[in-house]
């Protein structure tokens, strides 16, 4: 007597993952490599009945199957089934990356109220998770805007080097809205190989961007004054403060608007500001990122140039602004309005 397949209702969503999906692969080649597919001829290429129970359901719910009998599966084709799934997974890509910002402001929320007491108004943050707690918690309460600084911080270090998700998706306050983001970048930091991928990002996504050396700290404020900072002991461990307006924050906004004032605009590329200006826009990046402080190398990763020519087109520049430093160049070039 034949074995019958003892199919289990599939309960699990379409475009769910399932652990021994390798498994499930395997079985639906074995299916399209049959002209008539039974569970006879399956159970005979070594597929136990246990996987055949569980795994063929999956493989209808996906719309790649459709049972002709209780025996036997008609193979829908690839190029139809293929896209089909693909289109459900990314409807479910879509649904949890539009809930994941609302889940986090529960989750920050929740957080606050448990760790901030508002009658102290100040937080110290003693781990790096604390820290980068601390910092989503000022993005996902902002209403309209958020100022914040990186410098060479472990935060800064934790941001370069996370997934491209965590530090390139576009802040929204409790609205949906965008919110208006500036960040300042000390220069130092434009050595790592991840950050102009992560500025142009920012930059596409609308954030202001600009470039101040020597800032004090990493730190981030929103408009309604909550406030952090990220520092580091001496022995290199994270440690911050997370703080209220009327205990810190108010300070920390007037420290950061005041570097916001002192840093030059970055831009991915630029325009010649004028008819007469000779400065190509490559040149106009060499120049705002020397005034800024930047090293011929940085300057070199960030434009894809090698050190010498960096050092050629510098030359180059000073000479055009007639500057004998750096910093004169920049200051020059300023007033000339080529920057």
């Known amino acids: ?30 299916l399209l490599q049959s002209s ?17 129970d569980e795994q063929l359901p999956i493989l209808m719910q996906r719309g790649m199957i459709q049972a002709v009998d209780e025996e036997s599966w008609y193979v829908v084709p690839p190029e139809v089934a293929m896209p089909a799934y693909a289109a459900a997974l990314e409807d479910r890509a879509r649904l949890v990356r539009a809930t994941t910002q609302a889940m986090s402001r529960v989750y920050v929320r929740t ?3 448990r760790r901030l007491n508002p009658d102290v108004g100040i937080l110290p943050l003693t781990s790096l998770v604390e820290v980068t707690q601390a910092l989503h918690q000022v993005t996902s309460t902002a209403q309209s805007w958020v100022l914040s600084s990186r410098t060479d911080s472990p935060l800064s270090r934790y941001l370069l080097d996370a997934p491209r998700a965590i530090s390139t998706t576009p802040f929204l306050n409790s609205q949906g809205e965008p919110l208006h983001v500036r960040l300042d970048i000390d220069p130092a930091l434009m050595t790592d190989d991840n950050a102009s991928e992560i500025m142009h ?56 608007e005041f570097a916001w004032r002192l840093g030059v605009p970055w831009r991915p590329a630029d325009d010649p500001a ?66």
């Open 201 to 256: 990002a920012r930059a596409s996504a609308g954030d202001e961007i600009r470039l101040t050396a020597g800032m004090p700290f990493t730190g981030a404020v929103n408009d309604r004054g909550l406030a952090m900072i990220d520092l580091k002991d001496r022995g290199g461990t994270p440690v911050g403060v997370l703080m209220n307006f009327a205990n810190g924050g108010d300070v920390v906004r007037d420290c950061l």
């Open 111 to 113: 957080q606050s109220e």
């Open 1 to 30: 007597m034949p074995h019958r397949n003892r199919r289990r209702t599939a309960t699990a969503d379409a475009t769910s993952i399932n652990a021994n999906d390798d498994e499930t692969a395997s079985l639906y080649l074995a």
């Open 274 to 339: 004028s008819e007469r200006d000779m400065l190509d826009s490559r040149d106009r990046r060499i120049l705002r990122l020397m005034a800024n402080g930047v090293s011929d190398a940085a300057i070199s990763r960030q434009i894809g140039i090698s050190s010498r020519t960096v050092e050629r087109r510098v030359r180059v520049i000073m000479d055009r602004v007639n500057a004998t430093t750096r910093f004169q160049a920049g200051v020059l070039a300023a007033r000339q309005g080529l920057i």
């Open 36 to 52: 008539h597919p039974t569970a006879e001829g399956l159970r005979s290429q070594g597929f136990p009945q246990d996987q055949l």
